[in-house]
Structures are given as C-alpha cells and as structure tokens.
C-alpha cells in the first residue's frame, strides 16, 4: 500500500523562508530554548539601542528651536517645537554648503580613482606571468609596514605642487595596499581555465578584465569601493594640512572648527548671534549632513560586505 504524499508540505518545505523567518535548522542542530532566545533578542534590542539613541539625540537637537534646548539643558531626547532653520541656514550658500559640494565631488572623483587603480593594480598582481609582479608585490607590503613619514611626505606633496588643490585630497592617500591584496586574492581564485579559454578565443588582457573578471567580481569590489567613499568622506587629516584657503575645506573640516574650535562657519554665525538659531542645533545639523550619506548608502552594500570580504580573504 503506497504511502499518501503530502504536497503542500513539501512544497512549503522547499520554499526559501521570508525574511522574518529563521533559515531551517540542520538535523543535528539543537532547537534553542526559550531563555536562549530572550537573551539574545535582550542582548540585541540593547546594542541596537546603544546605536540608535545617541543618533536619534542629535537628530532631535538638530531639528529643536533655541527656547527647547534652552529648556532642556543642552541634547534634547523629547521632541518638541520641531524646526528646519539649522538646515535651511546651513544650506543656503554659505561655507557649510561649499563643503558638503567639495565633500561630495572630491569622494566621487576619489573613489571612482582609487576603484580603477586598485583594480587595474590587484589583477596585474593575480597573474602569475606579468612582469616584475614579485617585487611590485613585495615593495606595496613593504609600505604596510614601513612609512616614510609625516614630513617627507609634505614635502613630496609640497614639490609637486599639489599644495593647496583638491588633488592633494585625493593622490597622497588614493591607494590602499590592504584593499589591493584583498581583490588580488578574489582575483587569483578564479578559474584559470576559464581564463585561459577566453585567451584562447582571442581575448585580451583588457577583455578579459572587463568582460570576465569584473562581472564575477561585483561583490568584493562594491565593498572596497564603500571602504573608498567612507574614507574620502570622513577625511580631514589631508585637508588640514595641504589646504590653507577656507572656502576650499570638506565638511568634516567645517565640521571639526564647528564642533571643537566652536567656530561658527561663516553665513551662519550672524543668525546664531541674533539669537536665530542655537549654536547647539547648528553643531548637531553639521554631524547630520555628515553621517547622512554613509547611512544611506551603506545598507545597499551591506549584502555584498560578507561575501566580498569573506571570500576575498579566505580564497588567498
């Protein structure tokens, strides 16, 4: 006598779960119990806490009129009287607005350059065959270990004339060894034979990058490309030192004088002496429109990030 087959639940065994559901366990995996589970929901509500009530104060403070902060003593938790003047005042076309423009176009210009460079430079590296790519290999982790330092490195920057320009932004530090060894090590696990039937096909070295080895390599390059853009928008040290005309500075330097130095930037500092506008508000707004970019963007690569650097490390 044949047995009945249920259908229905084997089709809902085969189907994947939705993305509120826990992935199925394996047979020898023990179900966790109750106070297991409590303890890691506890454990987790807390850190998500610990993350998120820190930025949800300085967005309440930024957006809080100067009467709120007033009351409250300083950071506003309770939202109350809630106003867009920080923002409006910040992007109205004063230095707050010209740095958040160099910011913007000095991480694109920079990313996109360092992506191209650490490509061009990993896949060089992965081919056994090219030339001199032992001592090229050996002299970049010879610079993770040895630099030349702060003043040398000046004076290099000083005597190409990079002083004072964007470019100084972006050359001194547009290429990191550790993102070069990462992808070389992505690079190096695919398939040769693959490779060697795209040669045999008539295919270049330019081909193959750009037809085989880019496509197959998505996930690891979308991370070091976030690494980039994350870099190059919170970075200050450069601007500090190789910049000495205000109206060129990012916004973390805006930022920095704003926050530190307590140096209103200038078109705001007028509403904040009227009484406009809490210097408070204006601080908090600046760490806003700088943490803004990196949270948006952040969450489309998260998918990307194990598996890139998973892979690119374990497959070296």
Request: glycine share 8%; aromatic share 8%.
């Amino acid at each position: 006598m044949s047995a009945v087959v249920d259908r229905p639940a084997l089709e809902r065994a085969a189907r994947p779960p939705r993305w509120w559901q826990a992935p199925p366990r394996p047979a020898w995996e023990e179900r966790p119990g109750r106070a297991g589970t409590a303890g890691k929901g506890v454990v987790l509500a807390g850190a998500c806490l610990a993350v998120l009530f820190p930025l949800w104060i300085v967005v309440v403070t930024s957006v809080s009129t100067r009467q709120t902060i007033n009351e409250a003593g300083g950071l506003v938790v309770i939202p109350k009287d809630l106003t867009f003047v920080a923002y409006q005042e910040l992007l109205s076309g004063g230095q707050v607005t010209r740095a958040a423009i160099v910011s913007v176009c000095v991480t694109l210009a920079g990313t996109l350059f360092s992506t191209a460079v650490s490509v061009l430079a990993a896949y060089g590296l992965s081919r056994s065959g090219s030339l001199g790519h032992r001592w090229l290999l050996m002299t970049l982790l010879a610079t993770m270990f040895f630099g030349a330092g702060l003043i040398p490195t000046y004076l290099l920057v000083q005597s190409l004339g990079l002083t004072d320009t964007y470019l100084a932004l972006v050359l001194p530090s547009a290429v990191s060894v550790f993102n070069i060894l990462v992808l070389r090590a992505f690079f190096m696990g695919i398939s040769p034979e693959l490779l060697d039937s795209a040669r045999i096909d008539g295919a270049g070295d330019w081909r193959i990058l750009w037809r085989i080895v880019i496509p197959l390599s998505r996930a690891v390059i979308a991370v070091i490309t976030l690494f980039y853009a994350v870099g190059y928008w919170s970075a200050w040290f450069n601007a500090s030192i190789y910049l000495s005309d205000q109206d060129m500075m990012p916004l973390q330097n805006v930022m920095i004088q704003l926050v530190q130095k307590q140096e209103a930037p200038v078109g705001v500092s007028q509403a904040i002496k009227t009484g406009q506008i809490s210097g408070l508000a204006i601080q908090m707004a600046v760490m806003v429109m700088a943490l803004l970019p990196v949270a948006v963007i952040s969450p489309f690569v998260q998918k990307h990030f194990k598996k890139g650097m998973l892979t690119g490390a374990v497959k070296g």
